[in-house]
Nanobody, 124 residues
Framework: QVQLAESGGGLVQAGGSLRLSCAAS?????????????MAWFRQAPGKERELVAA????????RYSDSVKGRFTIAKDIAKNSVHLQMSSLKPEDTAVYYC????????????WGQGTQVTVSS
């Protein structure tokens, strides 16, 4: 069974920084080692839909960011550890949300593995 373990959320003042981390562990149903094609961070604020914040491909130097976080957030991957980190800087109150880590297996179209979520609260 595959699991994603998230850490690093918390309360921070506007303008501050936080670093989220997420590590995938476990094996595929077949018993083979887990092979991923991408990992990403999503977030969901109260009353709003879940949105993609940042994503990174496993097999290429490619990252993607939502317009709202470009220039402020950086996603970094550690393929050997099946993990990603999200460095968040210049945080704004509108960044307040539950942040979810997600992973996509090789050969699949969607992010099928999700973490429990970690709360990020930015005070003004």
């Amino acid at each position: 069974q595959v699991q994603l373990a998230e850490s690093g959320g918390g309360l921070v003042q506007a303008g501050g920084s936080l670093r989220l981390s997420c590590a995938a562990s476990g094996r595929a149903v077949s018993g083979r080692p887990l092979t991923l094609s991408a990992m990403a961070w999503f977030r969901q604020a109260p009353g709003k839909e879940r949105e993609l914040v940042a994503a990174t491909l496993w097999g290429a130097h490619h990252t993607r960011y939502s317009d709202s976080v470009k220039g402020r957030f950086t996603i970094a991957k550690d393929i050997a550890k099946n993990s990603v980190h999200l460095q968040m800087s210049s945080l704004k109150p509108e960044d307040t949300a539950v942040y979810y880590c997600a992973a996509r297996r090789v050969g699949e179209q969607d992010y099928g593995i999700w973490g429990q979520g970690t709360q990020v609260t930015v005070s003004s």
